[in-house]
């Protein structure tokens, strides 16, 4: 079946410094990639959606020179945050959307990459 | 605009115990609705989905069936086991008929503990 997968789950940084997060569909390509951020014991919550080969639209409230973009193909999406600080903890989650071998398009969810800023 | 209401958690069960968590939406047209399961530490799995009014979704032993006509999604299962003990979004995708967009909407979530 379609999978999602995310590269890290787990990182731990340095306040000031910036974190790349991947995001690929494997097995399918995407039409459209989604980011999302999670706190504790609450639901997801939309950043962005982009699309391949061009920018991101960002959801209100969302920095985009925060939170930095790129779809460089239809499999793949990278969320850099830049110069995090521990507000920006969290679990980060992206979602691809795609055929993934389903009649209709259904959206994927990856593992999720779980951030923590010291 | 969209939107999608579930009952709060969490919803504590003894295993084998019969399950309902309600899900209601708001949203024009025909949705596609889905359920969505997250367990401890990971994203979320696609658990099963209906995409026009009456259809029934399942998947290991959960069952919903879309009511048009009470806009609601309710998740069932006839024996709970403690390895279901996760958080369980409803969510929908809008009609695009309506012209209504290409994002999913998530409920807030509803937490299930299994115990034994």
């Known amino acids: 079946g379609a999978v999602v997968s995310q590269h890290p789950s787990w990182v731990i940084c340095k306040s000031g410094t910036s974190v790349k997060i991947e995001c690929r569909s494997l097995?399918?390509?995407?039409?459209?990639m989604f980011w999302y951020r999670q706190f504790p014991k609450q639901s997801l919550m939309l950043m962005a959606t982009?699309?391949?080969?061009?920018?991101?639209?960002?959801e209100q409230g969302v920095e985009k020179d925060k939170f930095l973009i790129n779809h460089a193909s239809l499999t793949l999406s990278t969320l850099t945050v830049t110069s995090a600080h521990p507000e920006d903890s969290s679990f980060y989650i992206c979602?691809?959307?795609?055929?993934?071998?389903?009649?209709?398009?259904?959206?994927?969810f990856g593992p999720g990459t779980r951030l923590l800023v010291l | 605009g969209d939107s999608v209401t579930q009952m709060e958690g969490p919803v504590t069960l003894s295993e084998e115990a019969f399950l309902t968590i309600n899900c209601t939406y708001t949203?024009?047209?025909?949705?596609?609705l889905f359920w969505y399961v997250q367990y401890p530490g990971e994203g979320l799995q696609l658990l099963l989905k209906?995409?026009?009014?009456?259809d029934k979704g399942s998947n290991k032993g959960f069952e919903a069936t879309y009511r048009k006509e009470t806009t609601s999604f309710h998740l069932e299962k006839g024996s709970v086991q403690v390895s279901d003990s996760a958080v369980y979004f409803c969510?929908?995708?809008?009609?695009?008929?309506?012209?209504?967009?290409?994002?999913?909407?998530f409920g807030t979530g509803t937490q299930l503990k299994v115990e034994l």
């Open positions: 979602s691809a959307r795609g055929w993934g071998g389903s009649r209709q398009e259904t959206q994927y």
């Open positions: 097995d399918f390509q995407a039409t459209t």
């Open positions: 982009s699309n391949e080969g061009s920018k991101a639209t960002y």
């Open positions: 949203a024009t047209g025909y949705p596609s």
């Open positions: 209906a995409t026009k009014a009456d």
């Open positions: 969510a929908l995708f809008p009609d695009i008929l309506t012209g209504g967009g290409n994002k999913l909407t």
